[in-house]
Structures are given as C-alpha cells and as structure tokens.
C-alpha cells in the first residue's frame, strides 16, 4: 500500500532533489559518487554559508543498507524541513532551521546502494507482506544448498569464487562484472568512497548511521548501539553514550519502546570488517548506530520514519545547544 509521505526510492529523491535545489538555491550543495551500476550515490550538504565554517560543527548522516528503507524516509522527511519548513506529511518543522544551518554543516547519504533499494519488490517492510525468514533471504539471497535459509554475510565476494544466490540479494553492491560487497564493510562502495570524500571537505566531528533491525519475539522498537567496545577513546565514549542517552529519552518521550545504548555485539570476522573499516573513525569523531524496528506488524511504516527522523532532529537540537 503506497505511503506518499514514505519516500525511500531512488527515483523519489531525484524528484525531491529537484524541488529541493530550486528553493534551497546555494543552501544546498550536492556531491556524488557514481556506482558500478550507474546510479548516483548522493552527498547532500546544506548550511547558512555565509557563515563561516570554523565557526560550525560538521554531521554527517547516512545509510548503507537498501532493506531499511525507513532509513531514507527518515532522512528525506529532515532535509524537507531544513528546506521547506515541514514534514513530508505537511506538518510544519518543530526544529529551528536558521540556526541549525547557522551552527552546523549537515551531510546526508539517503540511499548508500540505489541499485539494491531499486531491486527491493517493497517500499517499506511492516510485517503484513512476507515473514521474517523470506526477509533475510531478500536482503543476502537465498542460499542455494539450503532452499528457504539466508546465504552467507560477505564484506566482498567474487563470483568466479563461490557458489553465490540467484538473485543476490539487495544488500550488495556490484562494484565490477564480478565482485559484490555489502556497502558499509567494504571501502570498495560507493557509500564508504562518498563518506571519505566528503569527509575530506567537511572534517565531521559526529556520525549518524542509520538502521533498521527486526528484533525478533521483542517489544523493542527502537535502540542505539554504540561502537564495539574499547573502540572509541574515553572522551570521545562519554560524548557518544550522552548522545546515545539523549536519542533514547526522545524516543520513549514520543511512546516508542525502547532499550539502553548499548555496545555493538558483532564478534568474530563481523566484528572484524567493522574495526579495519571505521576504526580510524571512532578514534577521532562521535559516531553512534540508529536501529529501527523493521518488518514488525507493531512498527508501520509512519512510525518507522519517524523514528529515525526523530534521532536526527535530536542530533540537531543537541548541536546547536
């Protein structure tokens, strides 16, 4: 069932894209990186310029994974207020747009892999179309020794070398006639080389990485993770756990269930991919992991979006003081 304020296709942020630079005008910057497959991996900066850079803090938002659509409805909802002044519902913004854009430079990456969410049958997963076990097989593939279970989970895979599904599943990316990886545990995605040259021009100081997660047989709805433990020096622990703290309390505030931060549980070779990816990048910037419900008949779409763009709006408000 379409949700018009619910946008997370590709084609719908070009279109939003559009509207956004016509009324934006030099508020908006846009950078890009073009996928393997030919699609646009967009940076979307916006901030009061005239103002000068040293004296605002630099935010970067994004997602990397084409089965958590709300992830981009989320994003898409906060950029229509910061330029328009409301909701994608219609409802006027509560956040104060001159001086967010005065004290910050924000960076969105709505769409991390276009040709995955391009490839999704769905708009959006709220339990009412396939059970859980069908959903894993959409995200990775179907395995081929194993009808109906979920194949492996690849930083990068070549398939002259394994046994890979037909189709791959929508959480990889082709980055050439033969490898795939998944976006945020390889540097060889589109989403890891826009991130660095963008955070080449903007050096940003905090990390939004939005997800979405089912959480099986659980009432929870919405948590943060922070980074794996002892990843992040003290000073930099203590700024992502207020953080943390201050997302969670707006979120059960709004009547979402929740749980405490707590420290990403990835071990072995996950918790590998995520240290020689990003452990340079929790030495040096507060950076903290959004997980929304998904796929869960108690979480619609609506509330889905909202609640990741509530954790952005708070990331502002926080910002700015």
Known sequence: MENRAFLSRPHQLEQKLAQWKEQAGDRLRLDYEMSYSGHKVYGITL???SVPQSDKVAVYAAQPH??????TAGMIDVIE???????TTGSATSL????VLAKTIV?????????????SRYDYYDGSQIPNERFWCIMFGEDPDRPGKQWHRYDVFDTREVKAPDPIGIVYE?????RHVEPNRSQLSSYSRLFRRMDAQYRYLYWLDLHQTEFVNSPTQCCILLPLKDAAPQSLHEGNVAWA?????????????????????????????FRQNWGKVHQRMNRIT?????????????????AEALAIETTLRRLIG
């Not at 082709?174 to 033969?178: G, K, M, R, S, T």
């Not at 703290?245 to 991919?273: D, F, L, M, N």
């Open 245 to 273: 703290e201050e997302i969670t309390q707006a979120w059960q505030e709004a009547g979402y269930t929740t749980i405490s931060p707590k420290h990403t549980s990835y071990t072995g070779v996950q918790a590998e991919y």
């Open 96 to 99: 104060d747009v001159e001086k």
């Open 174 to 178: 082709p980055v050439d006639d033969f």
């Open 66 to 71: 084409a089965h958590e659509p709300a992830t």
């Open 107 to 119: 960076t969105f990456n709505p769409i991390g892999n276009p040709l995955g969410s391009d490839r």
């Open 290 to 306: 959004t997980e929304v419900k998904n796929n869960g008949a108690d979480f619609p779409a609506d509330k889905q979006m909202a």
């Open 47 to 49: 901030s009061d310029w």
């Open 81 to 87: 207020q910061l330029v328009f002044g409301r909701h």
